[in-house]
């Protein structure tokens, strides 16, 4: 199926932010960043924080971010050291949030040293390049407009024009269009689809550098300068680079958990669990295999595809402005 590039891995990107990312680099220089009560805070720690709250912090700068994270790692040790004077590690309280602390730190440790080192930017850029070969080349113009109120008045400008008038000159002069008569009537780059049927019909007919004769929309009559012609490029492999490997991450993720579940003896004991569970894969394989959602998928079932929409390019402009 032929899909836009931007689209596809940004549709899978979205769906790996929940991802763990520690940066194995991160635990190479284990270094000594500040101790409390004698016990040192490490790199390592920061990383492992960052790990988990980095994304909270927006778009600290890297030594604001950097300090919020040491003072939450003291804070960290100071409340552990609370903890045991108050005995509480200790008990089954304490050995159920420890087992599943353990868990977790394994699962991501799995997912840093064995999902996460599967990937390479060699991976990202075929897919890159096989998705590229399947964009079907798309026409764009670039075009200045002049709008006016009457054929009239359209005519009487193109007569200046063909005196040699300046057309950026009279567009500030003459257009009823405010968007864009400070800049000349200068509408950007478009394709097809973005602008009323009228107006694309003439300007994708003519060529570069051409002014149309009055075209009629609803908006009034133009007249239509061609500034250049050219076909849409693709996103450039560095700008989706990360969303591609980001993407591949989740599907190799998907698949090692749908691998680790097939070799797995998994029992449902809850009967509210077990039922809703139950009836929620009796509905899913009720719905048609190609309406079926990727993350709908029952336990045992293999992640579809994702199947993105087919989106506007993300530099479209809106249709006609006047």
């Known amino acids: 199926m032929k899909i836009r590039l931007a689209q596809a891995v ?36 920061l990383a492992i924080a960052d790990s988990e709250i980095g994304a909270d912090m927006g778009t600290l700068p890297p030594a604001q971010k950097r300090m919020s994270l040491l003072e939450f790692l003291i804070d960290n040790q100071l409340f552990a050291e609370a903890a045991d004077a108050e005995k509480l590690g200790e008990g089954p309280d304490f050995e159920t949030r420890l087992k599943y602390l353990k868990r977790r730190a394994l699962r991501e440790l799995y997912f840093e040293k064995v999902i996460k080192s599967s990937v390479s930017d060699a991976d990202a850029r075929k897919i890159y390049d096989d998705q590229v070969k399947l964009i079907k080349p798309e026409e764009e113009v670039s ?11 359209a005519k009487e400008i193109k007569e200046k024009l063909k005196a040699g008038g300046d057309f950026v000159a009279l567009a500030k002069e003459y257009t009823l269009d405010t968007g864009t008569k400070e800049d000349g009537g200068n509408l950007g780059y478009f394709g097809r689809g973005q602008m009323v049927p009228q107006f694309e019909e003439v300007v994708f007919k003519l060529n570069k550098g051409e002014v149309s004769d009055p075209v009629k929309t609803q908006f009034g009559w133009h007249l239509i300068k061609i500034e250049d012609k050219r076909f849409k490029q693709p996103p450039a492999f560095d700008i989706v680079k990360d969303r591609i490997i980001q993407s591949q991450l989740l599907q190799k993720a998907q698949q090692s ?36 959602p990727a993350d709908a998928a029952p ?21 006609e402005k006047k």
Do not use: C
């Not at 075009?143 to 008045?153: G, N, Q, T, Y």
């Not at 293999?302 to 809106?318: F, I, R, S, V, Y």
């Open 143 to 153: 075009a200045r407009h002049i709008l006016v109120d009457s054929e009239e008045k």
């Open 257 to 292: 958990a749908v691998a680790l579940r097939a070799k797995s003896k998994i029992e449902f004991v809850d009967p509210e669990i077990k039922t809703a569970i139950e009836e929620r894969n009796k509905q899913i394989e009720a719905i048609p295999a190609a309406a079926k």
């Open 299 to 319: 336990a045992d079932a293999k992640p579809d595809e994702a199947k993105p929409a087919d989106a506007k390019p993300e530099d479209a402009k809106p249709e």
């Open 10 to 45: 940004l549709t899978l990107a979205l769906a790996s932010a929940a991802l763990p990312a520690v940066s194995s680099a991160a635990f190479a220089e284990d270094k000594v960043v500040a101790t409390v009560n004698g016990i040192p805070v490490t790199e390592a720690d």
